[in-house]
Nanobody, 127 residues
Framework: QVQLVESGGGSVQAGGSLRLSCTYT?????MAWFRQAPGKEREGVAV????????NYADSVKGRFTISQDSAKNTLHLQMNSLQPEDTAMYYC???????????????????????WGQGTQVTVSS
């Protein structure tokens, strides 16, 4: 059974940094980070095409967040810098095997295309 396990969440003050990690047991073509704040829809943060390393980011995190992969360790990372209170959310790692899933992952409702999910890790940013 495919498993995705996130770690690295926590509480930081505004302007701080966190690095999330996601270990996986499969070889999804596309992997991504999503987040969901209380009362809000799940939104795409960043996606990566594992074959060639292409990445895309939500406008709200461009220049602050970096998605990367360590294929040798089957680990996905999300480096988050200059964190702001509006970044507070549960962060989820997700994977799927279709290029279209990556292409649409950051659009509204894009999470629906991903079939593999981790349990989430909480990120809280205080002002």
């Amino acid at each position: 059974q495919v498993q995705l396990v996130e770690s690295g969440g926590g509480s930081v003050q505004a302007g701080g940094s966190l690095r999330l990690s996601c270990t996986y047991t499969d070889s999804s073509y596309c992997m991504a980070w999503f987040r969901q704040a209380p009362g809000k829809e799940r939104e795409g943060v960043a996606v990566i095409y594992r074959a060639d390393g292409r990445t895309n980011y939500a406008d709200s995190v461009k220049g602050r967040f970096t998605i990367s992969q360590d294929s040798a360790k089957n680990t996905l990372h999300l480096q988050m810098n200059s964190l702001q209170p509006e970044d507070t959310a549960m962060y989820y790692c997700a994977g799927d095997n279709w290029a279209f899933t990556c292409a649409s992952g950051l659009t509204p409702g894009g999470s629906k295309g991903f079939r593999r999910w981790g349990q989430g890790t909480q990120v809280t940013v205080s002002s």
